[in-house]
RNA sequence: GGGAGCUUAGCUCAGUUGGUAGAGCAUCUGCCUUACAAGCAGAGGGUCACAGGUUCGAGUCCUGUAGCUCCCACCA
């Protein structure tokens, strides 16, 4: 019935047309019985690599392990095609700067250019056999979304939970924008700590300052002493005097200051850092911007403006050298703020930013965190501990120009900001104007924010955009909390946070009960596959398709830890074909017996036969309870071991009354017949989640019809109850391990399988093993079997 | 400095409530056996990082130590 080789590469294009086709993975809403997820939408900002295939990967196996169980499985595929990574990746690509293209020209240009890569990613997940929707796929530039995502600022506005604040904000020079904490990576770069001399104005003595930021001289405009530091309390309210720069600043008493750091004297300028972001708070400190947005120093810096900032560092070292004002240097290495998605340090910089108030709902989101079941459940301990951290409001507005926009104006007399109807969502607030005067002071004329929001500030609203498409309500909380979230481990601080944060805000309940949290897939050397370089040596989704199939590369996918990281190594591939060809192997050879065979329940079911469905029944429970954990790696190890049992010790053992009801008789026959059938149906229906294609190549070939069923997809697993019988196990374990030693003994002494051997005597064996002896006999080639008394053994004679 | 994870066979890793160590790969030996030589059968190989503790019994629980990895804080 099944061909001998299995041609792969045209059968799972085969198949996946099916699928299509028939629209087997369909979600029903109207269903009883549903299954919500939460896809990611993949960045597009670059090519699809084997990492994403992995995490992907994963969450198909859960879909589809859903699926099986009977739900129906709303499985959302979606884009996240705005912001910076996108941005990032036109200019990078197109050799365009955003700051020289005008902004209309730019955005057209992110949105051909994302039209184009959608395909592609679409081709690399269906050609993995991804039972996602992508018939409706949603964007996060899409007009529907843009206006699912100024609905939720009108409405954090109103509610006052979002405010436009002229504070100090965390700022990439490279991307000109201003960026949010999760945004940040801490990278670890040599510096120079500089010992310099300050003057005391009133006293003429020298004060000695240690800094790693002698750039920012210019915008000193304090220094702080501890008010317990014998030595130095009574420079409180002196003044002191800048080196080089020769600026009066006062001298102020600060108990933050750690008077072991340093000198035990701080200088604050604003901003080296985010302690002098705070102090100049606190104390009501004058702001000088040293650093201007584009990263250089400004006319502050006298004769150092205009260049950057590591290198006005190094001139001005020299110069303070030169002055005889630096007397000490230490080399050291910190740890310094950059930005993630381009290495940047990271400044901070003032300018009016919008911010989504997260400090005030610290205590809201922990417990929320609390709430939700994290999986594997370390991913809690991470998510809680960031949450602890939390130092800044989310800062959502950015100077760039391919995002969603605000839907906000300003008065172009009195600055007051005017917010745009919910009836004309979305807007573009560049291209129109409000319907009303201003409602402070009736100006009719108004200016743009032309800022544009954060990605995530629209992508935490992923599970409205997503059930859009079934309730069309946009922002709604119909479908919340849904049932699962997956992503990988780097999202617990930012999407899975940001989620958890706006569905409080909004909604107060949590967006969905569960979270998946996937490894990476790393390359063989345990480099991190990155979109937009070509990592040596891996190869592309598409080519390990084609070499090993679609399934085998799912295999490698979804055979791993939760959590964990992998390598991808040619071997684990290796390892899946060879499943792969086994499954296959093994199936041809069942099927072949099963020509006009209608698969019933046989009046008598022999030992053996019997043994193996509660081998299966074992093996279903197992693979449950992993299933439940979403542990899909450990679920499949048991269901790889249960299949090479049955393929090593049943069918061997099977296949003589399979091939000869003239010695064993039509009975041993059909009651083989109807074990092999029936758990070779269990294990592909069980491997089905893994390797769709190849279980339902085989499917269909013999079992669809009789199920009378589509597809393997939307077949159900094979549930043969859960009561175990341990006895009837191990009875026939130990069938198997007789076997294995006649085996052995046959290798032992070079003898082939197939040579006879005249007797074995089989010592302290219970009965049931003797009601096996046709089987023990026939796989073993012995003639005669005696039983006796005493210690169990099993000897050859 | 705070949090988390890891350390088990040569390699990559399993080991769910504590009960004499498991798989795959690699190595070695044998076998064309009417599904499969991209196969089959068998063998060797581990004081479960270290030190204590609880227990009749610890890879598993507790405490501590060391090494590796990740996250956070540390820019005076």
């Given at each position: ?166 504070s100090a ?50 915008a000193c405009v304090c220094v702080f002493v501890h ?22 600043v006062p001298i102020i008493a600060n108990p933050d200051v750690d ?7 701080v200088m604050c300028c604003t901003f080296g850092d985010e302690a002098d972001a705070k102090w100049q708070k606190e104390y009501n400190l004058p702001v000088l ?59 901070l ?449």
């Open positions: 019935m099944l061909e001998k080789r299995y041609d792969f590469n045209t059968r799972e294009k085969h198949w996946q047309e099916y699928w299509r086709e028939q629209e087997i993975y369909k979600f029903n809403p109207e269903a009883k019985n549903r299954y919500m997820i939460d896809t990611p939408p993949p960045t597009i900002s670059g090519i699809i690599h084997l990492g994403h295939v992995f995490s992907y990967t994963q969450i198909d196996v859960i879909a589809r392990h859903q699926r099986m169980l009977g739900k129906s499985v709303f499985f959302p595929f979606g884009y996240d095609d705005n912001g910076l990574p996108t941005e990032r990746y036109v200019q990078r690509e197109k050799k365009v700067k955003m700051a020289e293209t005008s902004r209309q020209d730019f955005i057209n240009l992110c949105l051909d250019t994302t039209k184009q890569m959608k395909a592609n990613y679409e081709e690399v997940f269906s050609s993995a056999g991804h039972s996602a929707d992508f018939s409706h796929a949603y964007s996060s530039i899409s007009p529907r979304t843009q206006e699912i995502s100024q609905r939720s600022f009108i409405e954090l506005y109103n509610k006052s939970e979002i405010e436009r604040r002229n904000c965390l700022w990439c020079p490279e991307c000109r924008t201003a960026i949010a904490q999760s945004e940040v990576d801490t990278v670890e770069m040599p510096s120079l700590m500089n010992y310099i001399y300050f003057t005391i104005k009133e006293t003429g003595e020298k004060l000695r300052i240690a800094t790693t930021r002698p750039e920012l001289l210019c008010p317990d530091d014998n030595e130095r309390a009574n420079l409180v309210g002196k003044t002191a005097i800048s080196p080089y720069y020769n600026r009066e008077m072991e750091k340093g000198t035990g004297a911007e040293g650093i201007g947005y584009n990263g250089r120093m400004t006319d502050l810096a006298g004769e150092f403006a205009g260049q950057k900032v590591r290198e006005a560092r190094e001139n001005i070292i020299n110069k303070l050298k030169e002055l005889g004002l630096l007397y000490d240097q230490q080399e050291l290495t910190h740890l310094v703020a950059t930005h993630e998605r381009c290495g940047t340090e990271v400044e910089l003032i300018k009016p930013q919008w911010f989504i108030k997260m400090l005030e709902h610290k205590d809201e989101i922990y417990r929320a965190g609390e709430q939700v079941k994290w999986n594997p459940e370390y991913a809690k301990k991470r998510f809680l501990n960031w949450v602890d951290g939390l130092k800044w409001d989310w800062c959502i507005s950015r100077q760039r120009f391919f995002g969603v926009p605000f839907p906000v104006w300003y008065c172009a007399e009195c600055g007051e900001p005017m917010l745009a109807d919910t009836s004309d969502l979305p807007v573009d607030p560049s291209t129109t104007q409000p319907h009303k005067p201003c409602s402070k002071c009736g100006y009719t004329h108004f200016n743009p924010e032309t800022d544009v929001m954060d990605t995530w500030a629209t992508s935490s609203l992923t599970p409205q955009i997503c059930t859009d498409v079934i309730t069309n309500k946009g922002l709604d909380d119909t479908y919340i909390p849904m049932d699962l979230r997956p992503n990988a481990h780097e999202n617990i601080r930012v999407w899975d946070f940001y989620t958890i944060a706006k569905s409080l805000l909004h909604f107060g309940k949590l967006p969905w009960h569960d979270v998946m949290i996937s490894g990476w897939g790393l390359s063989a050397t345990g480099t991190k596959l990155s979109k937009s370089k070509s990592s040596g040596g891996t190869p592309t989704p598409l080519e390990t398709y084609k070499k090993y199939s679609a399934d085998v590369t799912r295999y490698w996918a979804s055979n791993a830890s939760l959590g964990k990281d992998v390598y991808i190594k040619e071997e684990e591939f290796k390892n899946g074909f060879k499943l792969m060809q086994k499954i296959w192997n093994a199936s041809r050879f069942v099927l072949s017996f099963l020509e006009g065979y209608t698969p019933h329940k046989p009046a008598e079911i022999l030992p053996m036969d019997k043994w193996i469905i509660e081998e299966y029944k074992k093996t279903f429970k197992a693979f449950m309870s992993y299933m439940d954990r979403y542990e899909m790696g450990l679920a499949l190890n048991e269901l790889e071991q249960l299949f090479w049992n049955f393929c090593d010790n049943y069918i061997e053992i099977a296949k003589n009354r399979l091939y000869k009801p003239e010695i064993y008789g039509e009975q041993a026959k059909e009651s083989a017949q109807y074990a092999a059938s029936t758990v070779l149906l269990g294990i592909l229906k069980l491997f089905s989640i893994y390797m769709p294609h190849i279980t339902e190549e085989i499917y269909q070939a013999y079992y669809a019809e009789i199920e009378g069923c589509k597809s393997i997809h939307i077949s159900n697993y094979l549930d043969l109850g859960s009561n175990i019988d341990e006895q009837l196990l191990k009875n026939g374990a130990e069938v198997c391990d007789i076997v294995s030693q006649v085996r052995g003994y046959k290798s032992q002494n070079n003898l082939s399988m197939k040579d006879e051997i005249a007797a074995i005597s089989l010592a302290g064996y219970n009965e049931f093993v003797r009601t096996c002896e046709d089987d023990i006999k026939a796989v073993c080639s012995i003639q005669t079997i005696n039983y006796t008394d005493g210690e169990k053994a099993v000897t050859i004679e």
